[in-house]
């Protein structure tokens, strides 16, 4: 198992500055965002020289690219929206494929307009399960002419709120491109230590095998997002289960500061 960090924990446009920042803070991996690299996060397009760019960067920090953010709004209430989102996912699914980069992660979205992270009452109406579904469809297409998987993450504020929504929707898609990004604090809102532990244990057992990556983000009792190891949620506890489970690929942290980041980074590594 590797310990990962968001690439966006640190300040910088450069690819090369911030790579370095992920490696001196002690992790050997990261999810990549492409304002990283002085681009939008969901850019209309990236030059050859900027992959290149980001090629180098790695390969002189010694850091891996785990994965690449291609986050839209796939239940967002306007379809040219969303057709603009899925058209900006294609050319990050693209770059993920030029750089190597086994996986894009997606957020399955809101019928918030404002926010793709923020809850709308109208998440749970099938109408949005089905907007959701039909650009999943559109995106699995463009992740299979690339050769890259797509992880979903569970989230409270989304359309798939829990390890069975991401299974329901994988076995709709029937595409084993479809992968699931497993966060604890990310499966429920309020919760105790007895409580959120047992949550996580049953979803690392629902998603067993089809976990591409696990991240590390705790939560207070009182729903409050935090670094990893200060809240409710027992990361000996989750750590161990993923491994029985059979996952050894990237456990990322991020919602942490770069001053932050070191120390998480020794905690993550006494557990794994």
């Given at each position: 198992m590797q310990i990962g960090v968001f690439a966006k924990t640190f300040p910088g446009s450069e690819p090369a500055g911030v790579l370095a920042a992920v490696r001196d803070a002690g992790f050997a991996v990261t999810q990549f965002n492409l304002a990283c690299a002085g681009l939008p996060s969901m850019p209309d397009a990236v030059q050859k020289d900027a992959v290149d760019a980001i090629a180098a960067a790695s390969n002189a920090c010694g850091v891996a690219l785990a994965a690449l953010s291609g986050t839209y709004n796939m239940a967002h209430p306007v379809r040219?929206?969303?057709d603009d989102g899925l058209r900006r996912l294609g050319v990050v699914i693209k770059t993920a494929a030029?750089?190597?980069v086994p996986l894009v992660t997606l957020c399955t979205g809101t019928r918030n307009a404002d926010d793709?992270?923020?809850y709308h009452p109208d998440n749970s109406e099938p109408s949005a399960w089905d907007d959701m579904a039909g650009e999943m469809e559109k995106a699995l297409q463009l992740a299979e002419r690339h050769g890259v998987d797509l992880g979903i993450e569970p989230e409270q504020a989304n359309i798939v709120t829990s390890a069975s929504d991401a299974m329901r929707l994988i076995a709709e898609m029937g595409s084993t491109r479809l992968r699931v990004v497993l966060d604890p604090a990310n499966l429920f809102?309020?919760?105790s230590p007895a409580e959120?532990?047992?949550?996580?244990a049953a979803a690392v057992e629902r998603t067993a095998g089809h976990v591409a990556m696990a991240h590390a983000k705790d939560r207070f009792a009182d729903g409050r997002f935090t670094t990893a190891g200060r809240g409710v949620v027992d990361f000996a506890d989750f750590v161990a289960r993923l491994k029985a489970s059979g996952f050894d690929g990237p456990l990322v942290t991020?919602?942490?500061s770069a001053e932050e980041a070191p120390s998480v980074a020794r905690f993550l590594k006494?557990?794994?």
């Open positions: 040219a929206v969303r030029d750089l190597s793709q992270w923020a809102e309020r919760a959120a532990r047992a949550i996580v991020h919602g942490l006494g557990l794994v």
